[in-house]
């Protein structure tokens, strides 16, 4: 197979180094190891790839079983179905042997892709690749480029492993993911690598709540900084730091000088164009916000969180019709409650109501723990009653669940926010606790045009 950049199979254009796809000047939306599995067989040039051939080079061995790689050529099968609704399927089974591409791939001359229009096309994910798309895009790593590509082979799957367990998304995968790290910076201790490394999972597992602020918080800033001590402008270290700047300290500006430093050195670094825009968003620069979470979606557009910023964004920006679109893309990809709500307020503008009814069974599925289902289920009924008697008693299961869930308190600001009972909803958001809600993030309520009238 020719080593051109860019080629065509099918009417697609693939480019090779990027991984993107496009149809007729649209972005075909791709989760990272489908993009990853299509390149392997564009690479085959209509060869048979073994299934055994495929999990070796998607994942670090023994990382996961056969039923993600199942999964993975699922997603790219409807990646493409949805980009081409009716068409044969491009890519083919061969019994157990493996899986091909089946139209011919032929290089093409241009040394520079067109600027790309894109469309948003929904995957619908099994709950194991659901968690999965939330992670950042697994490494890659380009010879001669990057410092990842530089590490020593044991480093390497280290880093590997490490990140495959970081994209699960558990507290327990996370803390297995920060072993693995640690071996990497064994391995390489002249690496900022593997610090960096560190200090991302930390900062993910501050998220998770799985360590105490006051600890994980100091671990995690030590470790960034360890890695720029390495390399001074290395791209996710000071992402890292510029999240703790931003969430620890509030010092925005600091924080946003410390991302724009993160993407002038590599421009293709998503997660720093996402943590840029969250800054750019609390600080209600909403067209700024906007750009940025559109060239993080430009760079991975399969990215479930990289969607629900943009979207969210769009929706502060009163762009409605592209919030709903964009929120539905995410939530297609993963069902998470903070874009299933905001996709939720997002119909309840446009006036929609059997979408606003589907979103809130969505996100009231999304409820791991009873209470949580149980108050979500309160405020369904509550935003369906028809009568006073109706909501009044679903007032007052959602106030009783609150006595012991933040989210059913949150739930119960906006049910209060709705009837104009704004002392009440004010004194909830005043809480404490107010910020641990799954719902929405606390830092936006000020702009939000639900809550701008409660938080002057």
Same mark, same amino acid.
């Given at each position: 197979?020719?080593?051109?950049?860019?080629?065509?199979?099918?009417?697609y254009?693939?480019?090779?180094?990027?991984?993107?796809l496009?149809?007729?000047?649209?972005?075909v939306a791709?989760? &990272?190891?489908?993009?990853?599995?299509?390149s392997?067989?564009v690479?085959?040039?209509?060869?048979?790839?073994?299934?055994?051939?495929l999990?070796?080079l998607?994942?670090?061995p023994?990382?996961?079983?056969?039923?993600?790689?199942y999964?993975?050529?699922? !997603?790219?099968?409807?990646a493409?179905?949805?980009?081409?609704?009716?068409?044969?399927?491009?890519?083919e089974?061969?019994g157990?042997?493996?899986?091909?591409?089946?139209p011919r791939?032929?290089?093409?001359?241009?040394?520079?892709?067109?600027?790309?229009?894109?469309?948003?096309?929904?995957?619908?994910?099994?709950a194991?690749?659901?968690?999965?798309?939330?992670?950042a895009?697994?490494?890659?790593?380009?010879?001669?480029?990057s410092?990842?590509?530089?590490?020593?082979?044991?480093?390497r799957?280290?880093?590997?492993?490490?990140?495959?367990?970081?994209?699960?998304?558990?507290?327990?995968s996370?803390?297995?993911?920060?072993?693995?790290?640690?071996?990497?910076?064994?391995?390489?201790?002249?690496?900022?690598?593997?610090?960096?490394?560190?200090?991302?999972?930390?900062?993910?597992l501050l998220?998770?709540?799985?360590?105490?602020?006051k600890?994980?918080?100091?671990?995690?800033? *030590?470790?960034?900084r360890?890695?720029?001590?390495?390399?001074?402008?290395?791209p996710?270290?000071? /992402? /890292?730091?510029?999240?703790?700047?931003?969430?620890?300290?509030?010092?925005?500006?600091a924080a946003?000088?410390?991302?724009?430093?993160?993407?002038?050195?590599?421009?293709?670094?998503?997660?720093?164009?996402?943590?840029l825009?969250?800054?750019?968003?609390?600080?209600?620069?909403?067209?700024?916000?906007?750009n940025?979470?559109?060239?993080a979606?430009?760079?991975?557009?399969?990215m479930?969180?990289?969607?629900?910023?943009?979207?969210?964004?769009?929706?502060?920006?009163?762009?409605?019709?592209?919030?709903?679109? %964009?929120?539905?893309? &995410? /939530?297609?990809?993963?069902?998470?409650?903070?874009?299933?709500?905001?996709? !939720?307020? %997002?119909?309840?503008?446009?006036?929609d109501?059997?979408?606003?009814k589907?979103t809130?069974?969505?996100l009231?599925?999304?409820? /791991?723990?009873?209470?949580?289902?149980?108050?979500?289920?309160?405020f369904?009924?509550?935003?369906?009653?028809?009568?006073e008697?109706?909501?009044?008693?679903? !007032?007052?299961?959602?106030?009783?669940?609150?006595?012991?869930?933040?989210?059913?308190?949150?739930?119960?600001?906006?049910?209060y926010?709705?009837?104009? *009972?704004d002392?009440e909803? !004010?004194?909830?958001?005043?809480?404490?606790?107010?910020?641990?809600?799954?719902?929405?993030d606390?830092?936006?309520?000020p702009?939000?045009?639900?809550?701008? *009238?409660?938080?002057?």
């Amino acid at each position: 197979m020719t080593e051109q950049r860019f080629v065509r199979f099918d009417g697609y254009r693939f480019d090779r180094q990027t991984k993107l796809l496009t149809l007729d000047g649209r972005v075909v939306a791709l989760q &990272s190891k489908a993009a990853d599995a299509l390149s392997i067989l564009v690479d085959a040039g209509g060869e048979i790839v073994s299934k055994e051939a495929l999990r070796e080079l998607l994942w670090p061995p023994d990382a996961v079983d056969e039923g993600s790689l199942y999964q993975t050529i699922y !997603l790219l099968r409807r990646a493409l179905s949805a980009a081409k609704p009716g068409c044969v399927m491009p890519i083919e089974t061969v019994g157990r042997a493996g899986y091909r591409l089946v139209p011919r791939v032929e290089p093409e001359t241009i040394t520079e892709p067109p600027r790309a229009r894109i469309a948003l096309y929904p995957v619908v994910a099994a709950a194991l690749l659901a968690l999965v798309v939330l992670a950042a895009s697994a490494p890659r790593f380009i010879p001669g480029e990057s410092p990842e590509a530089k590490l020593s082979p044991a480093a390497r799957r280290s880093h590997a492993i490490g990140h495959t367990l970081l994209a699960q998304r558990t507290v327990e995968s996370i803390s297995k993911s920060i072993g693995y790290f640690k071996a990497v910076v064994e391995a390489d201790p002249q690496s900022a690598v593997g610090y960096a490394d560190l200090g991302g999972a930390y900062t993910i597992l501050l998220g998770y709540r799985g360590i105490d602020e006051k600890k994980g918080f100091p671990i995690a800033e *030590r470790y960034a900084r360890q890695a720029l001590a390495r390399d001074p402008t290395y791209p996710p270290a000071l /992402t /890292t730091l510029g999240f703790i700047l931003f969430e620890r300290d509030g010092a925005d500006e600091a924080a946003a000088q410390m991302l724009r430093r993160a993407v002038e050195r590599d421009p293709r670094f998503g997660p720093a164009w996402e943590s840029l825009g969250i800054v750019d968003l609390a600080r209600d620069r909403l067209q700024k916000a906007q750009n940025e979470f559109g060239r993080a979606v430009e760079l991975n557009p399969g990215m479930a969180p990289y969607l629900m910023w943009q979207g969210i964004a769009q929706y502060y920006a009163a762009n409605f019709s592209a919030a709903a679109a %964009t929120l539905r893309a &995410s /939530t297609d990809i993963a069902a998470q409650p903070i874009a299933l709500y905001y996709l !939720l307020l %997002t119909y309840e503008v446009e006036g929609d109501v059997k979408a606003e009814k589907e979103t809130l069974g969505r996100l009231q599925r999304t409820a /791991t723990q009873k209470a949580k289902l149980d108050a979500v289920g309160a405020f369904v009924d509550f935003k369906a009653a028809r009568s006073e008697v109706q909501r009044a008693r679903s !007032l007052s299961e959602i106030r009783r669940i609150a006595k012991r869930d933040a989210d059913a308190r949150f739930l119960l600001a906006v049910s209060y926010g709705l009837l104009r *009972r704004d002392r009440e909803a !004010l004194a909830l958001l005043r809480r404490r606790d107010a910020r641990d809600v799954a719902f929405i993030d606390y830092r936006f309520l000020p702009i939000d045009p639900h809550f701008k *009238r409660l938080m002057r």
